[in-house]
């Protein structure tokens, strides 16, 4: 009965603290395909700045820069650099041109369900939310062919009640995602910039 109870409350401050929801985007300044079309990406660099706050307390609402679980225990800095380097590595790997780049790319926010949001979230609710910024150089002379943009690659998380499950699969969801961002911002894919309401931070 206690576990209920407080379950009820959990989700009553979602929606409290949520209001009528927030807005979430996918957006980027887009490259030209014909420009995209020319480079191979010969390295992503990712960094977490040290000012970013990781979010360590199991909460419904955390308000620290990085909530991350689906990787378990282990520094969560280099698990969502991790996550974000395969997104990036995965939209770009269909580039084969003769021009050799460098991505280089901070991380701004990255916002994934705590476990206890995870089970209390109601239906509709829940997102995974990813900002960076970004910086496009030949890898050959330094030269900045892309200056730094940021880019918001928000998706709507799946929670317990949508039957979703923590770990891998939400993982996959986010590495996909940035994918799919990557080759929108590339024009080597479709233009998947848009903007959705959904409770949640």
């Known amino acids: 009965m206690l576990s209920a109870a407080r379950t009820i409350v959990a989700s009553l401050a979602l929606i409290g603290l949520s209001g009528c929801g927030s807005e979430f985007l996918v957006d980027y300044t887009p490259v030209s395909s014909e420009t995209s079309r020319a480079w191979t990406v010969k390295a992503i660099h990712v960094d977490v700045p040290e000012a970013l706050e990781v979010n360590r307390i199991n909460v419904v609402i955390p308000q620290e820069d990085i909530v991350?679980?689906?990787?378990?225990?282990?520094?969560?800095?280099?698990q969502v650099a991790a996550i974000l380097k395969e997104g990036l590595a995965q939209g770009s790997k269909g580039l084969r041109g003769p021009v050799p780049v460098v991505f280089d790319v901070e991380l701004i926010r990255f916002h994934a369900l705590t476990p206890k949001a995870f089970h209390v979230a109601p239906d509709g609710t829940g997102v995974e939310s990813v900002r960076f910024k970004i910086e496009v150089r030949d890898a050959r002379t330094n030269t900045v062919l892309v200056p730094e943009q940021i880019v918001a690659s928000d998706g709507r998380a799946l929670t317990a009640v949508n039957g979703g499950t923590l770990g891998s699969e939400q993982r996959l969801r986010i590495v996909n995602k940035i994918a799919e961002t990557t080759r929108g911002w590339l024009g080597t894919?479709?233009?998947?910039?848009?903007?959705?309401?959904?409770?949640g931070r």
């Not at 894919?189 to 409770?199: A, S």
């Open 68 to 78: 991350w679980y689906g990787d378990g225990e282990g520094d969560k800095r280099v």
């Open 189 to 199: 894919g479709p233009d998947n910039r848009g903007e959705f309401w959904r409770m």
